[in-house]
């Protein structure tokens, strides 16, 4: 059995996505053991795929210099995991196109295609839609991270095969070492300007946090979870600008990889982050995370594994003392174990339909 697994990698800097990588490989090996997985990815691309741009792409498609459609056959299986959030015209129609060409050309070649867990939607633009319409009905299996996404694959057309949690629950547990009391992940992403939140207002927001957490006498470390590279938004220089700033009042800790950030999070009281994956990778250990969500994707994919500690960076009010509030509450450590439990009963469904393919 030899799968490709698209748009996620084990070595990307931003930790979020070698969860998808990682935990895609972890939850199909309980369906195949024996299988043999390969990694697609921006910085991973294969050299038969020639996706700089749209056209590259098409041509491509058409004169098979590069060898890409009996490349894409070799495969039994393509696992489409968009990244988690990309399968929307969020991110902007080239992604949303290249990622929906790609998806086409596998189909064309033979090999079944699966919509991993993921954020389905939304889609925006009319262009947008279409292709979604399109990948979601020449997908073998469809499978939705939230309800609301669910909802979003049977109004366009394809009811999905089941409705998950994310694939970062399908990872197996870490050991829990080097116990921090509270891990704050502060994004890069929003730090500085962005199409998401006030970033202003981002900043203003976490240093209120630090203070008020401080201030309750806790111990704070940050936690970057997307790793130093060439993109402008990794979380390393924000956390090291913003530990400087407090000047020895709180720590920092830059994980070596995935393993050594799921350690740290198993080993932490709290967690509170802006970066959904952070969040996620403390749940799917038994850790509580206070969410500061920026997106659409938080909150429907946190309440269906019965967590509610969310609060919305683009809603009203003091952001900080509302985070602050989640993170005095009683009971957040059993809460925490069931959202755990939860998230890994829900993927037995991905299991069960790939079994009985």
Not at 155 to 173: A, C, I, K, M
């Amino acid at each position: 059995m030899r799968v490709l697994v698209g748009w996620a990698d084990d070595s990307s800097p931003n930790l979020g996505v070698r969860a998808l990588g990682e935990g895609s490989v972890d939850l199909l090996r309980r369906v195949w053991p024996e299988a043999e997985f390969t990694f697609m990815n921006y910085r991973r691309r294969p050299q038969e795929i020639p996706w700089g741009r749209d056209r590259s792409l098409l041509r491509e498609r058409v004169t098979g210099r590069a060898g890409m459609m009996r490349w894409l056959a070799g495969f039994d299986l393509v696992w489409d995991t968009r990244s988690g959030d990309s399968f929307a015209d969020l991110y902007g129609l080239p992604r949303h196109t290249t990622m929906s060409l790609v998806h086409e050309f596998a189909v064309q070649a033979g090999t079944p295609v699966a919509l991993a867990p993921q954020t389905i939607g939304p889609f925006r633009t009319v262009r947008g839609g279409l292709l979604a319409r399109r990948s979601l009905r020449r997908s073998r299996f469809v499978f939705a991270r939230d309800p609301r996404s669910a909802r979003e694959a049977a109004r366009l057309g394809r009811p999905v095969d089941g409705t998950t949690s994310d694939l970062v629950f399908g990872l197996r547990q870490p050991t829990a070492r080097s116990e921090h009391d509270v891990l704050l992940n502060v994004s890069g992403l929003l730090w500085h300007g962005n199409d998401h939140v006030d970033a202003t207002g981002y900043r203003s927001a976490v240093r209120g946090v630090i203070d008020g957490l401080l201030s309750d006498g806790r111990a704070v470390t940050l936690l970057p979870h997307v790793l130093d590279s060439e993109h402008s938004d990794d979380d390393v220089p924000a956390s090291r600008a913003l530990a400087a700033e407090f000047d020895g009042r709180i720590g920092l800790h830059v994980p070596l990889d995935l393993s050594d950030a799921r350690a740290a999070v198993a080993g932490a009281r709290l967690v509170i982050g802006a970066r959904m994956h952070a969040c996620l990778n403390a749940l799917s250990t038994g850790t509580p995370a206070v969410a500061m969500a920026y997106s659409r994707k938080f909150a429907p994919l946190m309440d269906s594994i019965g967590w509610q500690h969310v609060v919305q960076l683009s809603g009203s009010g003091d952001v900080a003392a509302a985070v602050l509030a989640h993170a005095r509450g009683e009971g957040l450590a059993d809460e925490a174990v069931a959202a755990q439990e939860r998230g890994q009963r829900m993927l037995d469904v991905v299991v069960e339909r790939l079994a009985g393919a």
